[in-house]
Nanobody
Framework: QVQLVESGGGLVQPGGSLRLSCVAS????????MGWYRQAPGKQRELVAT????????NYSDSVKGRFTISRDNAKKTVYLQMNSLKPEDTAVYYC??????????WGQGTQVTVSS
């Protein structure tokens, strides 16, 4: 089992920045990748960004490319999402995901990000 705890969400004005954190615990030895996903009201959950276990491979959705940066610190068992130039359409609950090499996936409880003036 893997437990994920997200933090760092909140209310920010358009053009502002936030950094989300996700701390992993439990059986995290066989990580394939970790990622951030988001779900806005009335919409399906969508990919935001993913990062491989050694940080050499990252992937971003077109809607956040150039504005968001995913990173990880394996010593701290933490993955981050730096979000800059935030827009109202970035408003959503952001979820952290852990995927292991056996195909098992785990999700955090989510953290709310609201972009509004």
């Amino acid at each position: 089992q893997v437990q994920l705890v997200e933090s760092g969400g909140g209310l920010v004005q358009p053009g502002g920045s936030l950094r989300l954190s996700c701390v992993a615990s439990g059986n995290i030895l066989y990580n394939l990748y970790m990622g951030w996903y988001r779900q806005a009201p009335g919409k399906q959950r969508e990919l935001v960004a993913t990062i491989g276990s050694t940080s050499t491979i990252t992937n971003y959705s077109d809607s956040v490319k150039g504005r968001f940066t995913i990173s990880r610190d394996n010593a701290k068992k933490t993955v981050y999402l730096q979000m800059n130039s935030l827009k109202p359409e970035d408003t959503a609950v952001y979820y952290c995901k852990y995927q292991n090499i056996y195909g098992n996936e785990y999700w955090g409880q989510g953290t709310q990000v609201t972009v509004s003036s």
